[in-house]
């Protein structure tokens, strides 16, 4: 049997998943299952998604061996996952359609003059941390909602690049798109988290 | 010359260090000169940092339960492999 000592954590917990040790599966499975999902997401309907990632993670089981750690467990997770869901809309014959032809939010763009200045400057402040910040039950609810009203797309990109701290070219081969248009996604999304932030910081309301 | 708008574009590249040479330089010398658009570019630094401090927080109870009854499930039948504990 394996004695080997594992200076870095993450190597013992894959040594662990490939005993089949229970335990090991229940923390996993808690660390990278919503990761596992906004990659579903990106591609499916909430409830094909949800059946992909508990798919794959009876594939790991026995996948898990073949692991040979050239890149990181997320990483992946995350690509067996895509590669799933590719082949179930190839199968279907369908395509996520996404739109990359416009950088700026619609609401943003309106805030410029003719000549490209600002009419409606940006108005928030903070003054306080964003982990503060999230103590705010309403605020908290408000990011909710706007995060659940995001394109699929956009989200899923978003929660990829910074939730989970994907480098780029990761995210790019997991979602299958390309880095400019990476880039579109990130930045549609992040502009609709400000506005929403904003409207909340003025009105108090969500 | 580069205006406010343009700089919106392109303010999620210049936060996560895509932009290069003139590109970027640009973007510094109008945030030099221009408040509007330093107090965007922070703006959506923060809101992308709350968004972070949010969305790392909590997975959904149930679909994590469902993932621990198809993975237990699915244990029970896992074929043994070497390496194994006996
Ligand atoms: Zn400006």
């Known amino acids: 049997m394996n004695t080997a000592v594992h200076p870095d954590p993450q190597g013992s917990l894959i040594e662990d998943l490939k005993r089949g040790d229970s ?12 990761g596992m999902l906004a990659v ?13 990632v508990q798919d794959c993670w009876v594939t790991v089981i026995d996948a898990i061996h073949k692991f040979e750690g050239r890149s990181g467990l997320k990483t992946w997770l995350h690509r067996i996952v895509a590669n799933r869901c590719k082949n ?31 009419d409606l400057p ?6 306080e941390s964003a982990d503060t910040l999230m103590e705010n039950d309403a605020l908290s609810d408000c990011l909710d909602k706007h995060l659940s009203a995001l394109p699929e797309t956009q989200r899923s990109a978003l929660m990829l690049y910074e939730a989970h701290q994907h480098k780029s070219e ?5 979602l299958d798109v390309s880095a400019s248009n990476l880039r579109v996604l990130l930045h549609r999304a992040r502009q609709k988290i400000f506005l929403m932030v904003e409207t909340f910081q003025e009105t108090g309301e969500c | ?16 260090g895509e932009l290069t040479g003139r590109r970027n330089l640009s973007v510094k010398m109008h945030l030099m000169m221009c408040k509007h658009c330093r107090s965007f570019i922070g703006n959506l630094r923060a809101s992308t940092d709350l968004m972070k401090a949010h969305s790392s927080s909590k ?4 679909f994590i339960r469902r993932i621990d009854e ?14 194994d504990n006996e």
Do not use: Q
């Open chain 1, 23 to 34: 335990s090991a599966y229940k923390k996993a499975v808690r660390e990278y299952s919503p």
């Open chain 1, 40 to 52: 579903a997401r990106f591609y499916l309907d909430y409830s094909s998604a949800e059946e992909i």
């Open chain 1, 88 to 118: 179930k809309l190839r199968s279907s014959k369908r395509e996520v359609a996404i739109d990359f032809s416009e950088s700026l939010e619609p609401e943003l763009a309106n805030r410029f003059n003719a000549t490209g200045r600002w």
């Open chain 1, 122 to 127: 940006p108005s928030l402040k903070f003054h």
């Open chain 1, 170 to 174: 990761d995210v790019c081969n997991i």
């Open chain 2, 1 to 16: 010359m580069l205006m406010c708008k343009d700089l919106a574009g392109i303010a999620s590249d210049y936060i996560d």
């Open chain 2, 59 to 62: 997975p959904d109870g149930e």
């Open chain 2, 70 to 83: 198809r993975v237990a499930e699915a244990l029970k039948t896992r074929k043994p492999r070497d390496g």
